[in-house]
Antibody, heavy 121, light 107 residues
Framework: EVQLVESGGGLVKPGGSLRLSCAASGFTFSSYSMNWVRQAPGKGLEWVSSISSSSSYIYYADSVKGRFTISRDNAKNSLYLQMNSLRAEDTAVYYCAREGHGPVVAVSDYWGQGTLVTVSS | DIQMTQSPSTLSASVGDRVTITCRASQSISSWLAWYQQKPGKAPKLLIY???SLESGVPSRFSGSGSGTEFTLTISSLQPDDFATYYC?????????FGPGTKVDIK
């Protein structure tokens, strides 16, 4: 069974940093691209960042470019999101999601339960 | 960046109704469109990919159509479990933008 479990969320002051983790199991993590998607309270979904299976290709939303860094450790089956210079508007539930293969290539076919990041003084 | 819009933003319907949600892209995305269902406090769930392909395990009352810039998600006979918010997402090019969502609630 595919499982994605996020951790690392919490309360942080504006300008602070936080590192999110996503532990993957139930599939060959090193073969899949992965995404971070966030959702501000009461708002819609916002794609944040994507990383290819070997970390060769990395993409960011303009809203986080230069402040957030996506990375992965295939030996540990883990995905990360380093968030620096946090702003109030970064407050959201952050989901990690797997990008599928074959017919569902590039589609987020499995999602974690999310971790809440709150940026407030 | 490709902008996605959805209509309506809210839809009130009854069990058994046929429901249609429209998603439009600001430029052609071919058929690179997915639909997700999200219930309060839960992660999104993939329903449809490549505009019209039903994800495994998703009931056949859900269907998708369209290509280019205009797409629709149809629920043929709304069930109690279907009251949720629905999002489209284009994956033609980065950033993979989502539509603003359509909330389907009980009339």
């Amino acid at each position: 069974e595919v499982q994605l479990v996020e951790s690392g969320g919490g309360l942080v002051k504006p300008g602070g940093s936080l590192r999110l983790s996503c532990a993957a199991s139930g599939f060959t993590f090193s073969s899949y691209s992965m995404n971070w998607v966030r959702q501000a309270p009461g708002k819609g979904l916002e794609w944040v960042s994507s990383i290819s299976s070997s970390s060769s290709y990395i993409y960011y939303a303009d809203s986080v470019k230069g402040r957030f860094t996506i990375s992965r450790d295939n030996a540990k089956n883990s995905l990360y999101l380093q968030m620096n210079s946090l702003r109030a508007e970064d407050t959201a539930v952050y989901y990690c999601a797997r990008e599928g293969h074959g017919p569902v290539v590039a589609v987020s076919d499995y999602w974690g339960q999310g971790t809440l990041v709150t940026v407030s003084s | 960046d490709i902008q996605m819009t959805q209509s309506p933003s809210t839809l009130s319907a009854s069990v058994g109704d046929r429901v249609t949600i429209t998603c439009r892209a600001s430029q052609s995305i071919s058929s690179w469109l997915a639909w997700y269902q999200q219930k309060p406090g839960k992660a999104p769930k993939l329903l449809i990919y490549k505009a019209s392909s039903l994800e495994s395990g998703v009931p056949s009352r859900f269907s998708g159509s369209g290509s280019g810039t205009e797409f629709t998600l149809t629920i043929s006979s709304l069930q109690p479990d279907d009251f949720a918010t629905y999002y489209c997402q284009q994956y033609n090019s980065y950033p993979f933008t989502f539509g603003p969502g359509t909330k389907v609630d009980i009339k």
